[in-house]
């Protein structure tokens, strides 16, 4: 069984700046990427910031120069530091990594919970 669990979600000002991080624990082998997605009251889900294995990371264009992905693999963590928040970024924000249990399974997509962020104007 894998579990991811987020924390740090909230209500801040706009302009103001959160931090979100995500732990994957159980029986895991290996995680190849992690990232953030969020979805908004009457939106879709859109990919917010992944970081790979090895370091790579990418971001939606409305996040750019504003939010920041990070990721320890020896603690299977992904953060996401978010500052100048806007209220076009209220969401609730899920964490997934994609996962591999086994030696001779392939790689499967694990989500969080979700995590609420609300930025006022």
């Known amino acids: 069984q894998v579990q991811l669990v987020e924390s740090g979600g909230g209500l801040v000002q706009a302009g103001g700046s959160l931090r979100l991080s995500c732990e994957a624990s159980g029986n895991i082998v290996s995680i190849k990427a992690m990232g953030w997605y969020r979805q908004a009251p009457g939106k879709q889900r859109e990919l917010v910031a992944t970081v790979s294995d090895g370091g790579m990371t990418d971001y939606v264009d409305s996040v750019k120069g504003r939010f920041t992905i990070s990721r320890d693999n020896a603690k299977n963590t992904v953060s996401l530091q978010m500052n100048s928040l806007g209220p076009e970024d209220t969401a609730v924000y899920y964490c997934?990594?994609?996962?591999?249990?086994?030696?001779?399974?392939?790689?499967?997509?694990?989500w969080g919970q979700g995590t609420q962020v609300t930025v006022s104007s």
């Open positions: 997934y990594a994609k996962i591999r249990r086994y030696y001779y399974s392939s790689y499967t997509d694990y």
